[in-house]
Every structure is written in structure tokens, then in C-alpha cells.
């Protein structure tokens, strides 16, 4: 059974860091094979794209939103994403999930929600202003 765990989340304070992990097990999950993405979804609105980063060495891709403020990288010996976000605003306050795919097209950042092979619970990341 694939589990996708994410922690590091919580409380900070507008302009802190904070870093996100997404663990992946299971006796099957070849995790260097998959696509990671992460996601967010404030209270009240949609689920929205963060950030993806790609099957085996890892090309990244970013949403507007976030780019140059996160940097998601993977650690295929240790199954583990990683997402490093800088310069928090009270705006990235949300439930953030990471998904798993193995999409291995040109599409592969722009996979769809239904179509993730896996999630995780999510974890809350809350920002003060």
C-alpha cells in the first residue's frame, strides 16, 4: 500500500519560511519513477497547483503565484519532496497536498487532479500577518 505523508507544516508569521515534506512509502512505489506535485487549497476556495517536479533527476515547474518564493526539489534515496517556501504572505494560507503520477509526456507538470496516481492527507500551513 503507497502512502504519501506530508509534514512541516503551521503557524508563521508573514515574510517566515517554512519547508514541507512528502515522504512516500511502500513496498511497490518506485518513487524515483513518479512525478510529485503539490497543491493548496485556502479555506473557501479550490484546490490549486503549486508546484511539480519531475520522475527521476527532476525538472521543476512553478505556479505564478509562487515562483521564485518556493523551490520544490526530491531526494529519490530518501523518497521524500521537499517544498522550501520563502517570503510567506497571509495569502499562501491553505491545506498544501502532495500527489504522486507517473505522466511521462510533455504535459507531465499540467497533469490533472483526477488523473494523480496517489495523495496525501494535506497539512495545514497557516500565515499571520
Known amino acids: 500500500q503507497v502512502q504519501l505523508v506530508e509534514s512541516g507544516g503551521g503557524l508563521v508569521q508573514a515574510?517566515?519560511?517554512?519547508r514541507l515534506s512528502c515522504?512516500?512509502?511502500?513496498?511497490?512505489?518506485t518513487f524515483s519513477s513518479?512525478?510529485?506535485?503539490?497543491f493548496?487549497?485556502?479555506?473557501?476556495?479550490?484546490?490549486?497547483?503549486?508546484?511539480a517536479i519531475r520522475w527521476g533527476v527532476g525538472?521543476?515547474?512553478y505556479a505564478d503565484s509562487v515562483k521564485g518564493r518556493f523551490t520544490i526539489s526530491r531526494d529519490n534515496?530518501?523518497?521524500?519532496?521537499?517544498?522550501?517556501m520563502n517570503s510567506l504572505k497571509p495569502e499562501d494560507t491553505a491545506v498544501y497536498y502532495c500527489a504522486a503520477d507517473r505522466n511521462y509526456g510533455s504535459s507531465w507538470s499540467r497533469t490533472p487532479e483526477g488523473n494523480m496516481s496517489y495523495?496525501?492527507?494535506?497539512i495545514l500551513v497557516t500565515i499571520s500577518s
Open 77 to 84: 534515496a530518501k523518497s521524500t519532496v521537499y517544498l522550501q
Open 15 to 18: 515574510g517566515g519560511s517554512l
Open 59 to 61: 525538472s521543476t515547474y
Open 34 to 38: 513518479y512525478n510529485i506535485h503539490w
Open 40 to 51: 493548496r487549497q485556502a479555506p473557501g476556495k479550490e484546490r490549486d497547483f503549486v508546484a
Open 119 to 122: 495523495w496525501g492527507k494535506g
Open 23 to 29: 515522504a512516500a512509502s511502500g513496498r511497490t512505489f
